[in-house]
């Protein structure tokens, strides 16, 4: 087998297209086990990893090769502290009772004087775990090597205890985030590269387009994506998804021809990540016409699996015939989209 990213002859592996984390079903079996790793974990996880795309895919139950998906908020979880107060840690959990962040002030002790010039061991704790307070109050003596209270003095130190009004309310919590870029292009660029290859065959590694695709993909270089041309951002600002309404819990995929010099290749993940890019400049390298088979339309419920597979002409019929029925322009639902109803089967091949 020629692997299609080093392009040597070697074992082949399965693939994902679009990575198994997000849901991805589609699979190959031409590239090597080598660049399946090197890619996976450099290249894949950039975008399965991305904090929008991992807290959707908390939010669907997504867990990919992992036994469970990610958890909601999960870069908001662990220790942070208090905006006003830096030195007062925080422990943020999540609650899937009640589906909400829980917050609970961990235990806070420091020295300080009294008005009255006496120093005094003031210890600060979460108002949910005022029943530790004998425990701590004994271990903090231990600690400064003083005897245990007997239980009657105990009980009155307890009793001095005071509740902080101020802490039922709400009180600004500072955690510091770390959001990284790094191969996110890289990542759309792989799933296009592939995608191109699996619509236009073994003609495709040879394409002057491939190759510069191909070297970027695998080059450790962060810098390496910033030389192709066309547009990896973020969903929302994408102009080259003008007739599908975004789905959170769908990828879309299409080619088309431009005005037969080019051949542009649109990928959209979830409603979040999207890339149009030139995937080739020859046009006849694969189409003789401009509604060719070859130029491909593609959706997949990330949750269920369902794939639908089609041409492009196909979709666009499609459309037009959403566009009659209901008397208005695009965009309109994808074809797995349950208010939609299908004019081929899923999975259909046309070539």
Partial sequence: ????????????????????????????????????????????????????????????GLAGNGQVPPLP?????????????????????????????????????????????RKVRQISIDARDKDQIPKIIQRERKRH?????????????????????????????????????????????????????????ETYLEDPVADELRTAICSPDLASTDGIPG??????????????????AHHLAYANSLLNSQIVLGVRIFDIQAAVLVVSNEPTRYLQVANHPKLRFITIDSVNGEMWNTSFTEEQHRLALAMMAAGRTPPFPDPLDVSTTPLTEPLGSDD
């Fill in 1 to 60: 087998m020629r692997c299609i990213f080093c392009l040597q002859e070697r074992p082949p592996s399965i693939e994902h297209v679009f990575p198994l984390a997000i849901g991805g079903r589609l699979t190959i079996d031409r590239v090597c086990e080598l660049c399946n790793s090197m890619l996976g974990s450099r290249v894949d996880a950039a975008l399965s990893d991305f904090v929008p795309i991992r807290q959707r895919r908390a939010e669907l």
């Fill in 145 to 201: 090597g003083m005897p245990p209270l007997p239980p009657d003095e105990l009980a009155i130190e307890v009793a001095k205890a005071t509740q902080n009004v101020s802490a039922m309310s709400p009180i600004p919590i500072r955690k510091d985030l770390s959001i990284s870029f790094a191969f996110l292009r890289h990542a759309m660029m792989k799933i296009v590269y592939e995608l191109a290859f699996i619509w236009f065959g």
């Fill in 73 to 117: 908020f999960d870069m908001l979880l662990g220790v942070s502290t208090l905006a006003s107060q830096p030195e007062r840690r925080v422990q943020t959990r999540y609650d899937p009772t009640s589906g909400k962040l829980d917050h609970r002030l961990l235990h806070h002790a420091a020295n300080v004087v009294l008005p009255d010039g």
């Fill in 231 to 248: 547009y990896v951002g973020e969903a929302k600002t994408c102009t080259g998804f003008p007739f599908w309404t975004p789905h959170p």
